[in-house]
């Protein structure tokens, strides 16, 4: 049974900084591009950021380019974000995902290209 589950998210000042993890069961790490996504209460689901199945590849969105830093920890089947200068318009549910590449090619943030997503968890910056 393949299972993603996030943990790492909390209440954090604005210029803060947390680390998001996202730890994967019941599936071949590496044959998988995996993502960041978040979503704000009443606002659309929206891709942060994705690191492809060899971590060769990542991709952020503008707004937290220089902020964030995705990584993969192979070994114990676990996706990072890390989390730095957090803004309140950062406040959101951020959720992790997957996609079956077969150790091949890059990663993309959209939404639909990802099917196995988790149950997120919640990072709130305040102002």
């Known amino acids: 049974q393949v299972q993603v589950v996030e943990s790492g998210g909390g209440l954090v000042q604005t210029g803060g900084s947390l680390r998001l993890s996202c730890t994967a069961s019941g599936l071949t790490f590496d044959d998988y591009a995996v993502g960041w996504f978040r979503q704000a209460p009443g606002k659309e689901r929206e891709g942060v950021s994705c690191i492809n199945w060899s971590s060769s590849t990542t991709y952020y969105v503008d707004s937290v380019k220089g902020r964030f830093t995705i990584s993969r920890d192979y070994a114990h089947n676990t996706l990072y974000l890390q989390m730095n200068s957090l803004k309140p318009e950062d406040t959101a549910m951020y959720y992790c995902?997957?996609?079956?590449?077969?150790?091949?090619?890059?990663?993309?943030?959209?939404?639909?290209?990802?099917?196995?997503w988790g149950q997120g968890t919640q990072v709130t910056v305040s102002s």
């Open positions: 995902a997957g996609r079956k590449v077969y150790r091949s090619g890059g990663c993309g943030i959209g939404v639909n290209e990802y099917n196995i």
